[in-house]
């Protein structure tokens, strides 16, 4: 879709805004639309707004890291047609005007409609990249990556309005074409999901039934080995591998803070142990007089770390000599069991360990149910067979799941240029919707 720019411009008043067509204009922010708090409405469903989608119910999103308060009586209530922002990450995009009738926690600006401009302009408008900006100007740093928006300053943010016949052209036209993205972007998302359904399936299988079809079984006695080739052992982890804990040293003590440079895996590794093999490097560091006055120890290259809290069973391997906080623990594997092939065990073994979880806030698997893990323990050159087997098959996933991601990607920064050439005027799109009308 090839669109022209408008003839003349002019200056919208703010720099993060830029130029704007001519015959548009600005009006602040207070004219359209009036603080707002209605609270005590605690049996309406919940909503937040989410910078990709917008205001939806809670309840359509997987949301336990964000837990409603015990206290509904002074969520806000969201009317149709309200601009609802998240103060704390307008700068983010948590911007939108709702379509459903709900409660928002406190942490939320609502503003009633006062105007009689085009509702899906307008949530188009103010969600662009443009308009992020324009928040992330006026908020105000309190700690990391949260950003309090200021009221006074929001009140008066420029607005740009078309004509209203544009608003709706603009509106219909966004409708369509992010309509088409989104489709693109599901199927792509589908596809993910397969792939790690995929990849999962590869890996459990390889580490509970072995490469051999034809191979004699034999019951494990463990629900998610199910049978197991009847020439394997199945064997407690810590029976095959030392079992280390570890430690945080003491914040009180600036000195165990200073001057870091020894690798310690915390929960700040998460993302990166969820889709990493290995690690090499960690967020934080700790140095040898914290180590030294601490429980935590360093431990070898090629030692198995592993998350026992919030998400559990997040694993990789060292690549060096390394200590982990006590959100995790690390196993040394033996002579009897290959690292790489144990870190496949706990792949297969993630999906199950929820039954060991326990922790209304933070998940968390016990020591006492750590120590009762069992793997199952080919002999050692059939452990790395099988490794190396799953590498073949899972790198040939990867490389899909990579090809798949950068399409998100693209079609995400395509979508959004699009709204935004749109809603600022940087294209007109009035002559595009009378011809797919006239279609």
Not at 10 to 22: F, Q, R, V
Not at 188 to 200: D, G, I, M, P, V
Request: proline fraction near 5%.
């Amino acid at each position: 879709m090839s669109l022209s720019k408008y003839v003349n411009y002019k200056y919208s008043g703010a720099d993060w805004l830029g130029d704007i067509p001519d015959h548009w204009r600005t009006v602040p922010l207070w004219t359209l639309f009036r603080r707002t708090k209605r609270t005590g409405c605690e049996t309406e469903q919940l909503l937040s707004v989410y910078r990709d989608f917008g205001v939806i119910p809670k309840a359509s999103r997987d949301d336990n890291n964000n837990k409603a308060s015990d206290d509904l009586s002074v969520y806000q209530l969201v009317e149709p047609g309200d601009l609802a922002v998240n103060k704390m990450k307008a700068w983010q995009g948590s911007v939108a005007i709702s379509e459903y009738r709900g409660i928002v926690s406190p942490a939320y600006f609502i503003y009633e409609a006062i105007h009689k401009e085009n509702a899906r302009y307008l949530h188009y408008l103010l969600r662009s990249p443009r308009y992020i900006t324009g928040y992330l100007a006026i908020s105000k740093g309190i700690r990391v990556n949260q950003w309090d928006l200021e009221p006074q300053y929001h009140s008066r943010m420029p607005v740009v309005l078309p004509t209203n016949e544009e608003q709706f052209k603009i509106a219909t036209l966004l409708d369509r074409e992010t309509g088409k993205i989104d489709v693109l972007i599901a199927e792509q998302e589908k596809l993910l999901t397969l792939l790690a359904e995929k990849r999962q399936a590869i890996i459990s299988h390889a580490v509970t039934k072995g490469l051999n079809p034809d191979v004699p079984m034999k019951d494990s006695g463990v629900e998610w080995l199910g049978d197991v080739p009847a020439h394997w052992e199945v064997l407690r982890v810590k029976d095959v591998a030392k079992l280390e804990s570890g430690h945080t040293p003491s914040k009180q003590f600036p000195e165990y803070w200073e001057n870091c440079a020894i690798p310690w895996v915390s929960l700040n590794d998460s993302k990166y142990l969820a889709v990493n093999d290995y690690i090499s490097e960690t967020a934080v560091k700790i140095n040898e007089l914290g180590l030294a006055n601490s429980s935590a120890r360093m431990l070898p290259a090629g030692s198995v770390v592993f998350t026992r809290d919030a998400t559990i069973g997040l694993a990789a391997i060292t690549t060096v000599p390394m200590a982990v906080s006590q959100h995790l623990i690390a196993w040394c594997p033996s002579t009897y069991i290959d690292s790489l092939f144990l870190l496949r065990v706990f792949n297969a073994m993630k999906p199950y360990l929820d039954s060991y979880t326990f922790g209304a806030t933070i998940k968390t698997i016990g020591m006492g149910d750590v120590k009762k893990l069992v793997t199952p323990v080919p002999p050692i050159e059939e452990q790395t067979t099988i490794a190396t087997f799953i590498d073949i098959e899972t790198a040939k996933l990867d490389m899909l799941t990579t090809e798949a991601t950068r399409t998100i990607e693209l079609l995400q920064e395509r979508r959004s240029a699009l709204i935004s050439a749109a809603v600022t005027g940087k294209i007109d799109v009035r002559n595009a919707v009378t011809e797919e009308v006239a279609a």
